[in-house]
């Protein structure tokens, strides 16, 4: 996006794009200064869960009558707010930069689905496809949200976009050891992210990528690893209430 369109079709879609953007800059400003949360049930958890790392180090719900060990929800997107928490822990003051990351997140999403598009398909393409992703109601909610749904798509569309790009040239391990990191990054942030790490062994099998194959299995394995464990050991609560 830092060329001007030479096609004049091209040209025409990317300056109705970049009019879309200047419309949505001021909308996604008013949701990201709003200073609601916990709307969504799950954000309140993942805030309360972020606390608890921040402040003791321990990953628990510390905001019922009993805590317990939080074993639903995956650690990764809790630690990233835990070490903002550690910048500022004056809640609802800093609720500006939990949400930065969010939005931080959006962008990325962004940047990936245009070089995707733009690369598979037609800039044009990309433009009209942005316009749309970025005007939806939930886009919007999740970008200004302390939720994980952006952070996860964009782990699993970097983690697809680096599998993408090995099918053309020479296998290196480089792109799996990337994409291995990827998925397991996802599965960390979201439970359904077992479905790119299985994507992704798919896609080195077709493709007879052995030694890719076994690394990018390695790799996960160990990332993914600590969190299963801590699941296994920590007993499920008599009384969820």
Known sequence: ???????????????IFFCAILFLLPIYYICFRAEAFGL???DGVYLVNAKSLAEHG???TESLPNPI????????????????????????????????????????????????????YSHTLSYIALAFIMASPWILYMSASLLPDLLFSTLCLGCAMVLDKSR????????????AL?????????????????AAILFLLIQRKWKQLILFGCVVAITCLP???????????????
């Open 168 to 179: 053309h040239h020479i296998p290196r391990y480089r792109e799996a050891l990337i994409a």
């Open 58 to 60: 321990t990953y628990s």
């Open 227 to 241: 969190w299963l464990v801590w699941q296994s050991i920590i007993p499920a609560p008599g009384d969820p209430i």
């Open 1 to 15: 996006m830092n060329q001007l369109p030479k096609d004049k079709t091209e040209r025409t879609v990317f300056i």
């Open 182 to 198: 990827l998925a397991g990054a996802a599965f960390l942030v979201n439970a359904k992210g077992i479905t790119i790490i299985i």
């Open 69 to 120: 060990p939080q074993t639903k929800y995956p650690i990764l997107y809790p630690l990233i707010l835990a070490l903002l928490l550690k910048i500022n822990q004056n809640i609802p003051a800093n609720l500006w930069l939990l949400k930065l990351s969010s939005l931080v997140f959006a962008i990325a999403w962004f940047f990936l689905i245009y070089r995707f598009i733009s690369h598979r």
């Open 40 to 42: 969504y049930h799950d």
